[in-house]
């Protein structure tokens, strides 16, 4: 039975991530997608394909040229997840990128929670309190926030492991080779999915090694010292496993640097007490107060509750004697303050100093937005609710008492169950959906999608052509992509209003990209339909679709007369 225990809990929480998340997605799989779909779902479903065509020798794997054209823009700045892109290829080459998005959205919490579940079981030895445990973090605000429309966010199932294999290491429980490659495997496959969570994860992991050196008696820092050259074989290899990824940013210039705000995303400190709209005791609640927030929806992950909390702390009180259970708490604690950000955000109101305010000083790690932090505030939380409710002998007889409070603490953190914030219907226009809009566009031909970049599905429609043809602008990053930042046109084409001379901004931007074809969502033409044709458009509709077709030459030559 204690074999079978990891399989049956893992098809548990898979079960429990389909009920609660997955269910509504079943009415319609083919056209629907879990979540909130807009730019940055777009933007995965595009990733996935991406990756098909690099194993297919079709695209360069970093510096694309598929959008941001004639630019290009390098991929390795972007949220392109090429580890789970490449485990699933096959899933997306037969079944489309929705297939494969739906199925890491769906597979993310219960992973989550399941490698959250092997840690506590080792650190605990008590099945019910590592499930409790795992599903504390699985099924976290910080998970469901980030399920919403962040999957590279949501995909850190590699985490809870990497603390496993660490203790083990330090312990001696696992042989030195295998724990180091294990190690390596971890570590590069978080570095494939996001960057960022792999650099966070190294600041808090150099953070609970201090701590335990400190803290610990002179054994725990002796088998620390011992284990410490292992610990940086295995981090190393996992570095290099991702460093065509890690190379790619670093030996270019980063296309959206200067235009991150980390300031703006850091974690409310009444959103750890108060919860938002996608929690099921939150609802419509208290949505005027968590509207206050700092952020936006999906980065307002720090809800935990009274309840938790207390739980949590109970946890650690209870097995104060085990030095380890000290640096979980001062590690949750410490990335805690660190996700506050450079200043004390309450209810939306900056306050005073924090210690975040000297790490975004730093190169490459200030970029990181703080609020994500409490993903490691949450692994130390859900292994204190698992201390809680862990048995310490068989005469414990509080233990269902314990049992019994954390599940409560634990239902307060069910997500809202109106299928209106796990799945989202795509309208594709039935020229798009067919390929009829696209038929006539040359491979490699420049295309100008509209509503542009975030407020349209243009990377989505490329995703479906398979890349064929090339765009100008994208959505890539939240960001303006440097070389049509100083255009007049830019700040329409983001939903603002025309410039003064809008027919001439509008051939300085074709001429500026090589535009040979416009395509817009007939639903929304916006001001452009009479506009392009002034400037010369040739227009067809196929499928919902108002085509524009261009003479690069032309054009050019229009706006050097203009």
Known sequence: MRRLEPPLVLLGYGLASLVLIGRHLLRAPADAVIGSFGADQGFFAWSLVHWVEVLRLAQAPFLSDRI?????????????????????????ALAGPLASYNALALAAPALAAWTA???????????VAAILGGWAFGFSSYLLGQT?????????????????????????????????????????????????????????GVLALGLAVALGGADLRG????????????????????????????????????RIRPDLFPLDLANVLVPTRITWLGGGRFAERSAEFAGNLTEQLGYMGPLLLVVAALG??????????????????????????????????????????????????GLALPGRIVVYAWLGAALLVALF??????????????????????VLLLPVQDGRWWRTPLETPPGIASGSATA??????????????FRGNGMYWQARDRMRWRQAGSYSAAAVPTAYANLPIMDALYGGSLPPNAPSALLDYL????????????????????????????????????????????????????
């Open 148 to 204: 919403l429309n962040h999957v590279n966010l949501a995909l850190v199932w590699a985490l809870p492991l990497i603390v496993l294999v660490a203790v083990r290491l330090i312990e001696g429980s696992v042989r030195r080779q295998r724990g180091v490659l294990a190690l390596a495997a971890l570590v590069g496959l978080q570095y494939l999915t996001f960057t960022e969570v792999a650099a966070t994860a190294t600041l808090v």
């Open 389 to 410: 409710a862990a048995r310490r002998s068989d005469a414990d007889r509080l233990r269902p008492a314990r049992v019994g409070v954390a599940t409560l603490a634990l």
């Open 440 to 453: 006539d566009i040359a491979d490699d031909a420049i295309v100008l999608t509209l509503p542009y970049s």
């Open 68 to 92: 941001d054209a004639p630019v290009g823009f390098n991929l390795a700045w972007a949220t392109t997840i090429p580890g789970p892109a490449l485990l699933l290829a096959p899933v997306t």
């Open 316 to 365: 650690w009180i209870r097995w104060r004697d085990r030095p380890i259970t000290t640096v979980i708490g001062l590690a949750a604690l410490a990335a805690g303050v660190l996700a506050l950000g450079g200043r004390l955000t309450i209810d939306g109101v900056p306050g005073g100093w924090m210690p975040w305010s000297e790490i975004e000083r730093l190169p490459l790690i």
């Open 223 to 258: 088998r620390i010292v011992r284990a410490l050259p292992w610990l940086g074989a295995g981090y190393a290899l996992g570095v290099l496993i991702a460093s065509p990824l890690i190379l790619a940013a670093l030996l270019r210039p980063n296309p959206i640097s200067g």
């Open 117 to 127: 579940y092997l840690l506590a079981r080792h650190l605990t030895g008590d099945p």
């Open 511 to 562: 001429a500026l990209t090589g535009t040979e074809w416009v395509l817009i969502d007939g639903r929304r033409p916006g001001p452009w339909t009479g506009l392009l044709r002034e400037v010369g458009g040739e227009r067809s509709d196929v499928g919902g679709v108002v085509r524009f077709r261009f003479d690069p030459a032309r054009v050019r030559a229009q706006a050097d007369g203009a």
